[in-house]
């Protein structure tokens, strides 16, 4: 049988970059300054160039940035917070940690993202003091549509950009239209660490300095606790270092990964399998997702075959146990519901060959 086809390999991407890394490494190691130091500050100043916005703020972690991303914004306890519930439940922990309660818009069933009609419907009826987009898969929402309804209601959007590193419209980058926005570098993201991380981007810089104070006990200056809500997130110069070394070949990646979901989107054919559509610069193919009527059987043929998927959620956020164990009622989000049952994740990621590629498709059609 020929090689396995992992759904992704992060050894592969650890030889493509072992070289800079090592470098970054070693220049960590021997500087004797380990957290929040000049590392930090140079990869914070990077990436809020590559992302076009005045700040960045590094931290502990993805959900982490969400949550004291969204405090800066002024969510807190008995807050209700508009958002998906098709993204993997790291919104919605960052909004219990706050006391905040998710109101769930059901999403678009091509787009599989956040419902435009359904979230007007629910910042006309539900008055949300928050929105959270979240550009799942790696696809860029349209901001100007989602800004549109959010502005008119006078609500605050985040962006939750753990999928979307480097995604652009019209030339901006995800993480620069809402008031704030999140990444995870989580080391299967798109721009990945060596362990976990995570970063809050903002143009404002009065965000920008409560989420450096929230990261660190709420610190105004060293020991005096100025601001309430704070807790040790803090970004650790080892990874801001590998992060550094790995900025400049993002959008290449991005670009390999977008050619592949193109080529499965054009080559796939197969009556009981939906591909997504064929994107430009705002798709950054972070996971490449089906819809498939008979979802179980292909993963079997595909396993049989020595070709491993995922399913990117199986269990949407209002379903999930902890939720639906304090008895409240479940919210209708049949769109939601629906994807969580027939979605499937094929490998998708910038170290998989042309042939490799061409073998997954042959296997799909041939189901
Ligand atoms: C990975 C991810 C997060 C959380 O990031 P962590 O660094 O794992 O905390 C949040 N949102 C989405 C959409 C993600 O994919």
Not at 56 to 66: K, L
Not at 210 to 222: D, K, P, T
Not at 269 to 280: N, S
Request: net charge negative; proline share 4%.
């Amino acid at each position: 049988m020929a090689d396995r086809i992992a759904v992704n390999d992060l050894r592969r991407h650890a030889i493509s970059t072992e070289t800079a890394v090592r470098t970054s490494v070693e220049r960590v190691l021997s500087s004797g300054w380990y957290v929040l130091g000049q590392e930090v500050e140079a990869f914070e100043r990077e990436f809020a160039d590559y992302c076009g916005v005045g700040h960045c703020v590094g931290v502990a972690n993805g959900t982490d940035a969400i949550e004291l991303g969204l405090r800066a914004l002024g969510v807190g306890r008995g807050s209700r917070v508009a958002t998906v519930a098709n993204a993997g439940f790291y919104t919605t922990t960052a909004l219990a940690a706050l006391g905040a309660e998710p109101v769930f818009v059901d999403v678009d069933r091509d787009t599989k993202l956040m419902d435009l009609a359904h979230l007007k419907q629910v910042v006309e009826q539900a008055a949300p003091d928050a929105v959270v987009v979240t550009h799942l898969f790696g696809l860029l929402h349209d901001m100007d549509a989602v800004l549109a309804i959010a502005d008119q209601a006078g609500v605050p959007v985040f962006e939750d950009c753990a999928q979307a590193h480097g995604a652009r419209r019209g030339g901006r980058a995800a993480g620069s239209f809402g008031a704030a926005a999140s990444f995870s570098f989580y080391p299967t993201k798109n721009l990945g660490a060596l362990g976990d991380g995570g970063a809050v981007v903002t143009g404002s810089a009065d965000v920008a300095l409560r989420v450096r104070r929230l990261r660190q006990y709420g610190w105004e200056s060293r020991y005096r606790t100025g601001e309430g809500g704070g807790r040790n997130s803090r970004l650790d110069e080892m990874q801001a270092a590998v992060l550094r070394a790995k900025l400049p070949f993002l959008d290449g990646w991005n670009r390999r990964r977008r050619d592949i979901a193109t080529r499965y989107t054009r080559e796939i054919r197969h009556p009981r399998v939906d591909r997504p559509a064929v994107h430009g610069e705002e798709y950054v193919a972070h996971l490449y997702v089906v819809t498939c009527d008979g979802r179980e059987a292909l993963r079997a043929r595909l396993a049989e075959a020595g070709i491993t998927t995922d399913v990117h959620y199986p269990v949407p956020d209002h379903r999930q146990p902890v939720l639906t164990g304090a008895g409240g009622p479940v919210a209708a989000l049949p769109v939601t519901d629906e994807l969580a049952a027939s979605i499937t994740t094929l490998p998708c990621y910038p170290e998989l060959s042309d042939e490799e590629v061409t073998r997954v498709i042959s296997h799909v059609n041939a189901w």
